[in-house]
């Protein structure tokens, strides 16, 4: 037993050690050689322009609301199905 778990932590430490490799070697991967000195620059930043919203989207509150309403009808019907199946069983006090 114990050397299966021991090669599974094995495996996750490779994971793990890939996994960083290959996020400290991803942005010298995108960087272009500059051709004056030959040195490894980063693209340009691309700028995005992004328009400001009018305000409150009635139809995303709207699916929201029909949402959240369709959760609580599910909750409810849940706990009615449940409690009808458990109170047979069950004695009320005073009823003892």
């Known amino acids: 037993m114990k050397s299966q778990t021991r090669k599974r932590r094995r495996r996750w430490r490779w994971v793990a050690v890939v996994l960083a490799a290959a996020l400290l070697?991803?942005?010298?991967?995108?960087?272009?050689?500059?051709?004056t000195t030959g040195a490894r620059l980063p693209d340009e930043p691309t700028v995005v322009v992004v328009e400001a919203g009018d305000g409150f989207?009635?139809?995303?509150?709207g699916i929201g609301a029909g949402v959240a309403a369709g959760l609580v009808l599910l909750g409810a019907a849940t706990s009615r199905i449940?409690?009808?199946?458990?109170?047979?069983?069950?004695i009320g006090p005073g009823r003892a």
Request: charged share 30%.
């Open 82 to 90: 449940l409690r009808r199946h458990r109170g047979v069983a069950s």
């Open 57 to 61: 989207d009635w139809a995303d509150a």
């Open 25 to 35: 070697f991803a942005p010298a991967a995108q960087a272009k050689p500059d051709p």
